[in-house]
């Protein structure tokens, strides 16, 4: 409220730069997550968020796009440096963890995409808002999966989940 739309765009801007890099990052991880899990069920949910992550990031390009702009070079570098070793920090972890750090990442990313929509809202870019919610459900799902996976491992007994995300109709209110 109170800004002025260009300075929302801006803003818009910045998270949509970070969410780009950011998909990146996790889809470079659940790569490696998904190789690392026995369970065929597990790993073929995690490939299917691998994909989600992808498609999040095509789309995100082309708003950049469509607002003149584009990915941050250093963000960039970082998410593929981040992904990789995260990627790979999978094979060693044992299970937990990754399902663990997945759940937290992914409700880190339901908000993104809801302060983004909001921005864009607020920058009079109505047309992005309807699938900046959308991600931001795909995102509700993710965490919902990584949630209930590490609540369902002893070690949750250990370490206090994260905390739970609003219900997901609350989203687009
Ligand atoms: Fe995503
Ligand atoms: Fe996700």
Redesign the pocket.
Known sequence: MGESPTRSRERLVAILQLAYSG?LA?AHAYRGHAASVADASERERIRVIEE??WH?RRLVGEMLAKLGRGPRRSRELRAAVVGRTLSLGCRVSGWFLPMYAAGKLESR?IREYENAARLAREAGLDELVDCLLT?AE??WEHELYFRTKAAGHGFSRWLRLWPEPPPKRSIRA
Do not use: F, P, R, T
């Open positions: 998909e996790a989600e992550e999040h990313n991600m795909v995102e």
